[in-house]
């Protein structure tokens, strides 16, 4: 009842006053965290043609700009989940709607955002959370579902949750190049629990051990055969001939886009860092479940990380029972610059609650948020355009009724690019609809 | 190695849990759910229950004091929905009608889940198979007793259930191109494949517990007067068919689409019998009325939807849709790992439909309990019932929050000061334990490889 009267309130509100370009827009008497800056209580945020130009304590109205009085709320900048499917999984189950792993070891040149579904119910079900901005990766990371696991599944694109096309969401095609690193399969390893009832089956440790070398060197030449194709490219070599795989990788081996480097396992980020090191690409670690050793490694090198969700049971039966809720503050704490993301579809609108779950456990709260702002904007290479409340970057903020991170609070309005984006989804229509059911 | 492990980790968990005592908590604000917030509030346990709660409690001089000044104090966490601690498989999936199966055969009181989920101020979990059949096996109430035996675990004087299946679940070992629960090539499609024939296999199962009703009410007839009949052969399958007939068993029926959920309520109205709850029941906001006149509680998700079709029509506003039609509505986890914070699964509704704060923990608390038919032993701080509390450090509705201390009949089964501070030995010893086990230098073989790794799915149960 409360969201019925919450909507009918807004539409009834007076103070909009309708006039310039749809993306420009006046917020005013509202609490602003920037999160790049201190707070300002009772402030207004300026937006024209989609692009921040003022923030502060008084902020005059501008010729015909729509103002909206943000009665006392909170204002904070859109929130980023930093690794989903959102746009190319529908039902999960139903292999019709899903466009993930694609057939093949080496997808470098797929692109995610030419598939996104920008009609994905999925849409606007997570940006009712408060996620004007997702990365969407081609690969669902599934490890252990199949035999012949890809190791370069395509290219994540960062993208708004808001428009017409997915030409017009995408902030950031080809935003990272997503990668499953392979591991040893051995113990615990990916699929283990089925590998450790299956046991008659599983292969010795050093012929697993052969394998996991013979996969790297595998990648190394793929790697290789990239740099010759540049080399020949350059060069304008007479029987030179276009390739569209290996020029997919261009901008990976010339350090320009980063690899988003699956990595589970303490041993597996070490590798994946000696393997960025010998190759000299940029990575991300994406989805560790355990720090180890790797903090100094990770700091030392500069490698961002991109945390799963917090919301996982512990790797092994005598892990400490808050092993993953802590897992972030261990990040922290080792100098490590890292983001949220959870790297699925049905939970994406979740990640603040990821992040809010590192904070019960020792994460400051300010480290939580830049984990959805800021930080992500950062590590994706997007935060001269988003992740804060600051002049000159695209209009994407919220406001809420409270923290953002709690569940208990109430995301009111959303501003993508300074336009105002409907919080509707089907979660809400069919409330609303089965609620008149006498 | 693993078992050692385990071992270990039980018996220095099992040392935590403390005597039935005399405790005063005080200086909390104590969530009873049923009766207000108190605020600076005390609460007193004794022999294992509630004996007192107020602003001022006066405590026996023997009473151990715990001082909750600034945390906040609610009853333990009740999960209507868990398949925690089954040793072995979830689903006896070769049958459409398993109900021979008990649950209570197969508790594993040493699954590690147990006291990961008490550290999340779990304290009940009605633990139940998976949904591969139509009518499934024998669900059995558990108290999370980490260190107890299985037989001191299940819960004293809470009435066993039976678990129904409707919709994809049941209905796909019957479909040519799946099957979940067999493995290899061409597995053997199992009657039923749709959801006419799950209708078919439950009302054909209670038709035959009826003739076998009958026949043993003919049989104890005709001993009452005195004669020497034959008895009538037993059936175990049948049997608990009859006791859920005769109110001695509760149904709780998975089940997602609104269709099925009518379906199975005029079967047992035709049948006579009651359907105890509707689990999942992610459509349940379609056919609330219809759920409250049949007496049914409905335990469903806070906000799953999406990973098959039969849950694309799912809404997270369900649980207030149906709480405001007047339906029993509590919140499930049908996860080890949901299960371990089913208060910020409470908090959602808050956001999803406008729940109080009151309304929302009592989807976790109180109304599991009713659910349960144990709403006069626990699911609120009232005097007299079992002194099954959670501890937190703020209020449990906040996702800053976390849980502190467990008492389950007033023994405490989690405290977190005590699990950090034996960390180091643990740490220690596991280091020992591996040297005596000569590791290999790639340390591989510590522990157990996870049910929840990566590609051990668990979507078999939702």
């Given at each position: 009842m409360r969201s019925i009267l919450g909507f009918l309130g807004f539409a009834l509100?007076?103070?909009?006053?309708?006039?310039?370009?749809?993306n420009s827009v006046l917020v005013r008497n509202v609490d602003v965290h920037p999160v790049t800056g201190a707070d300002i209580r009772n402030g207004a945020v300026l937006v024209i043609d989609g692009k921040i130009v003022e923030v502060g304590a008084h902020v005059a109205p501008h010729g015909g700009v729509k103002v909206v009085d943000g009665h006392g709320l909170q204002l904070y900048p859109g929130l980023i989940n930093a690794a989903t499917n959102v746009g190319l999984?529908?039902?999960?189950?139903?292999r019709d709607t899903i466009d993930l792993?694609?057939?093949?070891?080496?997808?470098?040149?797929?692109?995610?955002e030419v598939a996104?579904?920008?009609?994905?119910e999925h849409v606007e079900v997570t940006r009712a959370?408060?996620?004007?901005?997702v990365i969407t990766?081609?690969?669902?990371?599934?490890?252990?579902?199949?035999?012949?696991?890809?190791?370069i599944t395509g290219q994540g694109a960062l993208m708004h949750?808001?428009?017409?096309?997915w030409e017009e969401m995408a902030?950031?095609?080809?935003a990272v190049m997503d990668m499953l690193f392979p591991e040893?399969?051995?113990?615990?390893?990916?699929g283990g629990f089925a590998a450790f009832l299956n046991q008659g089956a599983t292969r010795s440790y050093a012929e697993e051990e052969r394998q996991y070398k013979q996969k790297l060197a595998q990648i190394s030449q793929f790697f290789d055969e990239a740099r010759r194709y540049e080399i020949a490219k350059a060069a304008g070599a007479p029987e030179f001939k276009r390739d569209v795989r290996l020029e997919a990788m261009i901008p990976v081996i010339d350090g320009k886009?980063?690899?988003f480097v699956r990595a589970e396992r303490e041993r597996m980020i070490k590798d994946a860092i000696e393997f960025a090191d010998k190759e000299k690409v940029k990575i991300i670690i994406a989805d560790p479940r355990e720090l180890g050793s790797t903090g100094s490694l990770l700091k030392e090198h500069n490698i961002p990380v991109v945390l799963g969700k917090t919301f996982q049971l512990p790797m092994?039966?005598?892990?400490?029972?808050?092993a993953p809720y802590t897992l972030p503050n261990d990040f922290y704490k080792a100098g490590v610059k890292f983001c949220f993301g959870?790297?699925?579809?049905?939970?994406?609108?979740?990640v603040p609650f990821e992040a809010a779950q590192a904070a019960a456990f020792g994460l400051p709260k300010e480290a939580a948020l830049r984990g959805l702002t800021i930080n992500s904007a950062q590590i994706l290479g997007a935060d001269n355009e988003i992740g804060s409340i600051e002049?000159?970057?695209?209009g994407d903020f919220i406001l809420t009724?409270?923290?953002?991170?709690?569940?208990?609070?109430?995301?009111?309005q959303m501003f993508i690019g300074g336009r105002e984006v409907p919080l509707e989804s089907r979660h809400t229509r069919e409330f609303e609809k089965w609620m008149k059911r006498p | 190695m693993r078992r050692v492990l385990l071992v270990v980790i039980a018996a220095c968990a099992a040392a935590a849990v403390s005597r039935a005592e005399t405790i005063l908590i005080r200086n909390a604000t104590v969530l009873t759910i049923t009766k207000g917030a108190i605020e600076n509030g005390s609460v007193l346990i004794e022999n294992g229950k509630i004996a007192a709660i107020g602003k001022k409690v006066s405590a026996p001089a023997d009473a151990t004091i715990v001082d909750a000044s600034g945390k906040y104090l609610m009853p333990g966490i009740i999960d209507c929905h868990s398949h925690t601690a089954?040793?072995?498989?979830?689903?006896?999936?070769?049958?459409?009608?398993?109900?021979?199966?008990?649950i209570k055969d197969v508790?594993?009181?040493?699954?590690?889940n147990i006291y990961r989920s008490l550290a999340g101020g779990l304290t009940i979990s009605n633990v139940l198979h998976g949904s591969a059949n139509a009518i499934g096996g024998q669900t059995i109430v558990v108290k999370?007793?980490?260190?107890?035996?299985a037989q001191e675990m299940i819960m004293e004087g809470a009435k066993p259930g039976i678990k129904f299946a409707l919709g994809e679940n049941p209905k796909r070992a019957g479909e040519?191109?799946?099957?979940?629960?067999s493995q290899g090539a061409a597995p053997e499609r199992r009657y039923p494949g749709t959801r006419m024939g799950v209708e078919e296999v439950i009302r054909e199962s209670f038709a035959e517990a009826k003739n076998y009703q009958a026949e043993w009410k003919d049989y104890n007839d005709r001993v009452a007067k005195g004669e020497h009949p034959i008895p009538p052969r037993k059936d175990l399958r049948l049997e608990p068919l009859v006791e859920v007939m005769e109110g001695q068993r509760y149904v709780h029926a998975h089940c997602y689409r609104s269709d099925e959920i009518l379906m199975l309520i005029r079967v047992a109205d035709e049948m006579g019998f009651k359907i105890r709850t509707f689990q999942?029941?992610?459509?349940?906001y379609k056919v609330a009325r219809e759920i409250k006149e049949h007496g049914a509680g409905a335990s469903t998700f806070s906000d799953w939807w999406s990973y098959k079709i039969e849950a694309f029509?799912?809404?997270?506003y369900n649980a207030a849709i149906m709480a405001k039609k007047g339906v029993v509505v509590s919140l499930n986890s049908d996860s080890d790992e949901l299960q371990r914070h089913l208060n910020l699964e409470a908090a959602k509704t808050m956001r999803y439909g406008g729940m109080t704060p009151t309304e929302a923990l009592a989807m976790v608390t109180i109304n599991p309990a009713k659910q349960l038919g144990i709403d006069d032993k626990v699911g609120s701080i009232e005097v007299?019932?079992?002194?099954d509390l959670a501890l937190f450090d703020?209020?449990?509705?906040?996702?800053?929050s976390k849980c502190l201390r467990v008492w389950i009949d007033g023994h405490q089964y989690f405290d977190r000061d005590k699990d950090l501070e034996t960390r180091p030995k643990f740490n220690e010893e596991k280091k020992q334990l591996l040297q005596k086990e000569n590791?290999?230098?790639?340390?591989?073989?510590?522990g157990r490889p996870v049910a929840n790794a990566p590609g051990a799915s668990e979507e078999a149960y939702r």
């Open positions: 509100m007076p103070v909009a006053l309708w006039a310039a370009g749809d999984s529908e039902v999960e189950s139903l792993d694609e057939i093949g070891t080496f997808n470098p040149e797929l692109r995610a996104f579904n920008p009609s994905s959370s408060g996620i004007t901005t990766l081609p690969g669902s990371g599934g490890r252990g579902r199949s035999a012949t696991a890809s190791v949750l808001e428009g017409w096309t902030i950031k095609p080809s040893i399969q051995s113990g615990g390893g990916r886009q980063s690899l092994r039966d005598d892990d400490p029972y808050d959870t790297f699925d579809t049905e939970f994406a609108r979740n002049k000159g970057k695209v009724d409270g923290d953002p991170l709690e569940a208990k609070t109430n995301i009111k | 089954i040793e072995g498989g979830v689903n006896e999936g070769t049958l459409s009608d398993s109900s021979m199966v008990n508790i594993n009181p040493n699954d590690i999370l007793r980490w260190g107890k035996s040519p191109s799946q099957n979940f629960f999942h029941v992610l459509e349940g029509d799912a809404t997270p007299g019932k079992s002194a703020q209020d449990p509705l906040s996702n800053y590791a290999p230098a790639t340390g591989q073989r510590t």
